[in-house]
């Protein structure tokens, strides 16, 4: 069998319809699922243990580090220590926004049509924190443009803020290349990694990328409370814990008239977390991310572009007006056109029960680990014989 088969067979999604939206959520699976239980299968032995940390702690404790460890590898290979558990992409980069050392003058650089995970913090940091929030208009049918990012760029930009995979269209941001920028101006390059991270290959430090934060329901196939915040070095000694309370890294010292707050080490980026962490989603996470290191992001990667590149051609001798660029290395996993009909197209699909994502007259197909060559084609029936194509 397959490892493309025999994964299939864990996400029940696949028997109900065509899915063709693991860019909204990757639809559940049966590692989940075992994964949950596992976690409740721990928590009495554990608790009547009164083990680390209080009563049935140690074996969470355990999972999570371990699954940090997990997303260190699929960033490329970043110290688990840079990685802290998250609920989602928002939160990771409201940390970042929040608690970064701004001074008078700095400025933010992100696109004006950047998905709100990344505008909303940086708005209210412009709010709440005084810096400057630059915008680069994306170019017709949102597509981002480096050389418009860069016009923003001044002597005071201090981080620039992107997706990997922009979410409406697909195209993939060339991270190196932008990376290398950022590094010769010394700027934090912030990304936003939902869309791409577990789908592809990744490589945080070799790419110059500062800041990775994403949810795990989508390319990661865990859960929808849990995600990542992968950060650096250089970062981690400018941004200061959002949350305050007692963790593994930070901890109350009474050896005064006033308690005191102390952090065990300032470059660990478990300081970030919050107390009663989603340590259900963690379990899950930790079992999602270890099967996709065992399948290896690079084969995903592999097997994923032959299937998108199948099924952008079709589409496109179909007369689809074809958003996502032809080009396949600014590709990912999903793939997006444009219509008057949108709204009857994207009825129609589904009335085949070929599940996509539709809005602003645009429709967008996305692919899985999980993505069989059966799906490709029935999708392509479905969109043969589409009136409104």
Same mark, same amino acid.
């Given at each position: 069998m397959a490892w493309w088969d025999d994964y299939r067979s864990q996400f029940p999604v696949t028997g109900l319809c065509t899915?063709?939206?693991?860019?909204?959520?990757?639809?559940?699976?049966?590692?989940g699922r075992a994964a949950a239980g596992r976690y409740f299968d721990d928590w009495a032995p554990a608790a009547a243990a009164a083990l680390r940390g209080g009563p049935g702690r140690e074996p969470f404790f355990k999972m999570a580090d371990e699954a940090r460890t997990y997303i260190g590898r699929v960033l490329g290979g970043v110290p688990s220590r840079n990685v802290t558990i998250t609920k989602n992409t928002n939160e990771g980069f409201n940390i970042i926004m929040q608690g970064f050392d701004f001074k008078p003058g700095d400025n933010i650089v992100?696109?004006?049509w950047e998905h709100s995970a990344i505008l909303v913090p940086c708005l209210h940091a412009a709010r709440t924190r005084g810096v400057e929030v630059r915008m680069a208009k994306m170019l017709p049918d949102r597509i981002?443009?480096?050389?418009?990012?860069?016009?923003?760029?001044?002597?005071h930009t201090v981080m620039i803020c992107v997706s990997y995979v922009q979410s409406l269209t697909g195209y993939k941001m060339d991270l190196a290349e932008l990376g290398r920028k950022c590094r010769?101006?010394?700027?934090?390059?912030v990304v936003d990694g939902i869309q791409g991270v577990g789908l592809s290959v990744f490589e945080a430090e070799k790419w110059g990328v500062s800041a990775v934060s994403g949810g795990a329901y989508k390319g990661?196939?865990?859960?929808?409370? =849990? %995600?990542?915040?992968? !950060?650096?070095?250089?970062?981690?000694?400018?941004? @200061?814990?959002?949350?305050? $309370?007692? &963790?593994?890294?930070?901890?109350?010292?009474?050896q005064g008239e006033l308690p005191e707050i102390r952090y065990k080490d300032e470059m660990d980026a478990r300081k970030y977390d919050n107390c009663s962490s989603d340590l259900l989603g963690t379990y899950v996470l930790h079992d999602s991310v270890q099967k996709i290191l065992e399948i290896g992001t690079d084969r995903i990667q592999e097997r994923i572009t032959g299937l998108l590149t199948r099924l952008y051609k079709g589409l496109a001798l179909y007369g689809y007006r074809m958003v996502t660029p032809a080009d396949s290395s600014r590709r990912c996993a999903s793939l997006c056109f444009k219509s008057e009909h949108a709204d009857e197209i994207y009825e129609y699909f =589904? %009335?085949?029960?070929? !599940?996509?994502?539709?809005?602003?007259?645009?429709? @967008?197909?996305?692919?899985? $680990?999980? &993505?069989?060559?059966?799906?490709?084609?029935?999708?392509l029936e479905v969109a043969g014989k589409c009136p409104w194509r």
């Open positions: 899915y063709m939206d693991s860019a909204y959520d990757c639809g559940g699976s049966l590692i992100t696109f004006d981002p443009s480096m050389d418009a990012l860069w016009e923003q760029v001044d002597a010769e101006k010394g700027i934090f390059l990661l196939c865990a859960f929808i409370s =849990i %995600g990542y915040l992968y !950060i650096c070095d250089a970062l981690l000694q400018r941004v @200061r814990p959002v949350f305050a $309370a007692c &963790t593994e890294q930070i901890e109350l010292v009474r =589904i %009335g085949q029960k070929v !599940i996509l994502s539709s809005g602003s007259g645009y429709i @967008r197909m996305s692919l899985g $680990a999980y &993505t069989s060559d059966e799906d490709i084609e029935r999708t």
